[in-house]
């Protein structure tokens, strides 16, 4: 009985939450203090404690296995559409409200704090060429860099790739 009351309680959260992400994406200065600067850091460090240790991305592991899962349980779950349609879509919002919480916590909400170029005070209206010719002069820094630690350009640097 409580787990259908939980499942209850968080199909039902995914309309305030959806509309708390709207109302919070209005607001970049506050999600840049209080998220941005303020909770994401902790979210971000706790992860990465727990996981710097695994030479590959745990998000992208959980990504596939949330798809597989995803995919398993429709075709296990597929006649229950038809039998207990509102127990099928009761299971299918709480865990659409869970994931969608989770994406927002853990990252989503840096999508809608104060733009790049207005932090750094940079004018955000360049041209093609603009762009093309400051991409140009960093390639040619980086071959340079390359050249002088390596002493030849076609050689891989062994020494910057430490952290594998």
């Not at 999600?31 to 460090?45: A, D, H, R």
């Amino acid at each position: 009985m409580m787990a259908k009351k939980l499942k209850i309680i968080c199909a039902l959260s995914i309309l305030p939450q959806y509309f708390l992400v709207k109302v919070l994406k209005q607001q970049p200065e506050f999600m840049e203090t209080y998220y941005s600067n303020g909770l994401f850091p902790l979210i971000s460090k706790l992860l990465n404690t727990a996981f710097k240790w695994i030479p590959f991305s745990v998000g992208d592991v959980l990504y596939a296995i949330v798809i597989v899962y995803s995919i398993r349980w429709i075709v296990l779950n597929r006649k229950r559409l038809r039998t207990q349609p509102k127990v099928w879509g009761l299971n299918v919002l709480a865990f659409l409200s869970v994931l969608y919480f989770m994406f927002h916590l853990c990252w989503g909400f840096n999508y809608y704090r104060v733009p790049l170029h207005t932090t750094l005070h940079l004018n955000p209206d360049y041209t093609t060429a603009q762009l093309k010719s400051v991409t140009d002069q960093l390639v040619m820094k980086t071959n340079a860099l390359h050249l002088t630690i390596t002493q030849d350009s076609s050689v891989k640097n062994y020494d910057s790739l430490s952290f594998f």
